[in-house]
């Protein structure tokens, strides 16, 4: 994690916005399980970020060994900024289903997009049944 040398004012952003934002809904369902995809989430979290000042951008590069990387950067309207960067594990197709290369490479980006937005932000994602269960008396 790199952060600017200044981050008063976006850590009491970051505050404000994990106060008034909700998590993320997980509306979509597909390999056995629920989930909120990465549209879901940058949705969710859009007015909350404006409102706050922030802002979330996202950048492929590779690293010196020609990994694929992802850089996700929490800005603040002061020119604050944290970010941090992680190698991404190789996309391979296991047992065909019809697809490219670049399609098993796009849908690896858009999940390790999906996990870096959300735990930059502090943002979960939450389901009907996480929702009603209780505590016990």
Not at 104 to 116: F, H, K, N, P
Request: proline share 4%; with cysteine; aromatic share 8%.
């Amino acid at each position: 994690m790199e952060m600017s040398a200044e981050v008063a004012e976006l850590f009491k952003a970051l505050s404000k916005f994990q106060g008034e934002a909700t998590n993320s809904f997980k509306g979509n369902s597909g390999h056995g399980y629920n989930y909120s995809d990465l549209a879901t989430c940058i949705d969710t979290a859009k007015p909350h970020l404006k409102a706050s000042g922030l802002a979330v951008t996202q950048l492929l590069g590779s690293d010196s060994n020609g990994k694929q990387t992802l850089t996700t950067m929490l800005t603040h309207e002061s020119g604050q900024w944290m970010r941090d960067a992680f190698t991404m594990p190789e996309a391979n197709l296991q047992g065909g289903g019809g697809k490219n290369p670049a399609q098993i490479l796009g849908s690896s980006i858009t999940y390790s997009r999906r996990y870096a937005f959300a735990a930059i932000i502090g943002m979960a994602q939450t389901d009907d049944d996480a929702a009603k269960v209780e505590a016990p008396p």
